[in-house]
């Protein structure tokens, strides 16, 4: 069963199905505006346009670009330069949530401290040491 919300776009109470987060007539405008967009990008001159580009021509907004590449509906392997803004640094990215320079940083910084951890336990474990006392027989 649905909830009822607040459209983000018009603000009109809908009931949300986990679905759509407009209400059916913002999704229907969202659809023309795609549609636009797409007929755009279909043509051969304009497949390797930015993202600038494309909302200056077409009038549509980039959240809306940046959600139609997260969600798949405009692939990256047909318009290269499309992506979506790196929840980190804000760059475009294709996959994800980071961008590969992001995740290698990232990568790179959680190997750093794997490897501080570990040291760390190393000079613990030696301080500790392992006392051994020998019954010496003469």
Known sequence: MGEIKSCPTCGQLFNYNGIREVCANCAAEEEKKYEEVYRFLRRRENRAATVERIVEATGCTEELLYGWVRRGRLQTALFPNLGYPCDNC?????????????????????????????????????????YLSEKRTR
């Open 90 to 130: 804000g760059h475009l990215t294709t996959t994800g949530k980071l961008c590969d320079n992001c995740t290698n940083k990232l990568q790179r910084d959680l190997n750093q401290f794997e490897a501080s951890k570990e040291f760390r336990e190393s000079i613990e474990k030696n301080e500790r040491g392992t």
